[in-house]
């Protein structure tokens, strides 16, 4: 299995100017652990500073002892038309509601004392009416059957406000609710037959995922930029193949850490390699963020604090993240012409220093 810390590159910008093929560059075991070097790669020494104190600053801190994670209950599967799934779906969702938040204190409980986290944010009550709220809304579009694509449409700014709610209140709390959202799902899902679940897993998806990329701040980071800017441009290639990229990398790091468990199961799994390729695709959206923010701040107040958080607490190693990392910019480079992998590669080479073992080793 290969470190990230002991695998890299050493091209530096003038070969990206000449147009040469990062893809067609082969990786040196005797190179330092750094991506590329480009252009503007002052964003990264100060961030990495940055995630190594906020990363020292928790271990310092006392951990309260973990509490035991309740366990759901049985729910019964069987075979149902449409309107039997709708039925099971909404008898459940108080109860799976419910279910979840206790799952979710008894995993991030302590964390809240751990990244002094104000608990005046976090109102159980207020999370879980959200998420039924959400949910409730997914399960009338299947009901009116509606097609998965135009859950995008009728209930895409409702996610994106309750959102923007929480991370906009302290981006650790957006933690907590994804993994009520993560929770609720599992347990909804539980109530459905094999075959039944493949009907609504969909309608989940469109839901989850719009809850953990932010698609409204880069929408709206997009809008303050010129027409046909380099970072505009950029972004757009990049979002033409993020699902393609994140399905590669997953592929490929699975294939490097083969018979690796987390909490969620192996990455064999079905349910654990959509959520890996979900994973995926966040960093890729955080990076388009950066580029066109121009600033590493979104990785700095919402994408590293939370994985620094739910991370450990769901047993997803940092190496596997960092092998992650470095994949993607190999996939990335596969697919983005030179002049746009310039754009992304500080961003990238930051991203990837600050999840680098010289940050959680110290």
């Known amino acids: 299995m290969t470190n990230i810390s002991q695998v890299s590159s050493s091209l530096p910008a003038d070969e990206l100017q000449q147009g040469d093929s990062l893809a067609s560059q082969g990786i040196t075991d005797s190179d330092t652990h750094k991506l590329p070097e480009a252009k503007s790669v002052s964003v990264s020494s100060f961030a990495v500073s940055w995630a190594k104190k906020y990363y020292s600053t928790l271990a310092a801190r006392e951990n309260q002892a973990p509490r035991q994670i309740s366990q759901s209950p049985k729910l019964t599967n069987f075979e149902g038309n449409r309107a039997k799934i709708v039925d099971k779906l909404t008898n459940t969702l108080k109860l799976a509601s419910e279910i979840a938040w206790s799952r979710v204190e008894a995993v991030l409980g302590e964390q809240i004392e751990r990244h002094a986290i104000d608990p005046s944010l976090i109102n159980p009550l207020e999370i879980a009416a959200d998420t039924s709220t959400l949910y409730r809304k997914a399960i009338d579009a299947y009901a009116d059957r509606e097609p998965v694509f135009r859950l995008s449409v009728l209930v895409g700014k409702d996610i994106i406000q309750v959102r923007r709610k929480y991370s906009q209140a302290d981006a650790l709390v957006l933690g907590f609710v994804t993994l009520q959202f993560q929770y609720t799902s599992k347990i909804l899902l539980g109530c459905l037959s094999e075959s039944e679940r493949s009907e609504f897993t969909p309608y989940l998806k469109v839901v989850e995922d719009y809850l953990h990329i932010p698609y409204g701040e880069i929408n709206e980071a997009a809008a303050n930029q010129p027409p046909n800017s380099k970072a505009l441009l950029a972004v757009q290639h990049l979002l033409q193949h993020t699902t393609q990229i994140a399905s590669g990398v997953y592929d490929r790091a699975s294939s490097q850490h083969q018979g690796y468990r987390s909490s969620s199961g192996y990455l064999s799994d079905r349910e654990v390699k959509v959520s890996g390729i979900r994973d995926v695709e966040i960093f890729q959206s955080y990076l388009c963020w950066c580029v066109l923010e121009e600033s590493m701040g979104p990785v700095q107040q919402e994408l590293f604090p939370?994985?620094?958080?739910?991370?450990?607490?769901?047993?997803?190693?940092?190496?596997?993240?960092?092998?992650?990392l470095l994949i993607l910019f190999w996939e990335i480079s596969d697919r983005l012409p030179d002049e746009d992998l310039t754009?992304?590669?500080?961003?990238?080479?930051?991203?990837?220093?600050?999840?680098?073992?010289?940050?959680?080793?110290?």
């Open 306 to 324: 939370i994985c620094v958080m739910l991370y450990p607490k769901l047993h997803v190693s940092w190496q596997l993240v960092q092998d992650m």
């Open 343 to 362: 754009v992304f590669l500080p961003y990238l080479r930051t991203v990837t220093e600050m999840f680098s073992s010289d940050v959680f080793d110290n």
